[in-house]
């Protein structure tokens, strides 16, 4: 069984945030930032467009208001909301988790996406290749 599988069957202990119908909320042992949160699908789901229309809502709704009272409660001013989908965007447990990490004027984390200026006929070509791969 899957770790945070055995989180929300209540088998392994749990610092519970939030209990809800579809996600459960619950802070991350290893924080980034005071209130590092996971979100997670009750139901075990790997990726994200495995997700039901319900259970993605639940889980934005929760991941907000989370962050939210991350700001009420701890003094955070903003958040970071993020998943990592496969292990080469560094996955690391196999049950699809948003984290949330509320951000404080003093913090010293980084987030930082390198990125590049691309030409106009290559941005052209992959959003067309995007455009079929949605249709
Ligand atoms: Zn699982």
Known sequence: MCVFCGIVA???PKHEVYSGERVLAFLDINPATRGHTLVVPRR?????????REEAAELLEVAGAVARACEAQLGASGANFWINQGSVAGQVVPHLHMHVVPRYAEDEIRVELQQARA?????????????????
């Open 119 to 135: 030409e106009e006929e290559e941005l052209q070509q992959v959003a067309e290749k995007l455009r079929k791969g949605l249709e």
């Open 44 to 52: 075990h789901v790997e990726r994200l467009p495995e997700l039901s």
């Open 10 to 12: 209540g088998e392994l």
